[in-house]
């Protein structure tokens, strides 16, 4: 894992919070991490978490690098970004076959066995797109996702915290997971 890629996430975050034209808060963040927090019910070890959430996050990076090429990220994120569970934010970015590498790299990864996993993961990426969607102008969450077909896109933009999770060079150095622990550290 590249420290450096992380803490430039986590920085990204932190100007976000910062600029009060910006989605980002203090509070938004603590409702990301308390939801994140209470995943499993308190039946999932909080590390375990914390590994799939980062490499849910290795997977939406490729499924959202995949929808920037149509001019979409932005508008997926604002659709699906939040903390309540949402199976079309899965379907939306990651296709059958990804899905299933995702869960079984998680079983090997995390020790969650691979029901857990799936069951987890229509909260864990919609959570992943909320942290995303904190970058966004206060306006831009406004404009929601539709085919690139049939209306104008909606640019990352202005969003420097989904543009640098975008631009990672794909070798899987960033970590979303760390990030939020850091994150959370942040807000104690």
Known sequence: ???????????TLLNAIDDPAKEASTDGLSTLLGTLQQLGGGQVDPKAVQGL??????????????????????AIVNQYGGTQPSEAAVTALLSVPQIEQLVQEAETRTGLDAGTVRSLLPTVVPMVLALLKMGGSKGDAATPATPAATSPTVPTGDNALLNSFLDSDGDGDLDVGDALKLASRFLR
């Open 1 to 11: 894992m590249s420290i450096a890629k992380t803490m430039n996430l986590f920085n």
């Open 53 to 74: 959430v980062g490499i849910a996050g290795k997977y939406v990076r490729t499924g959202l690098q995949e929808q920037q090429a149509s001019g979409n990220a932005q």
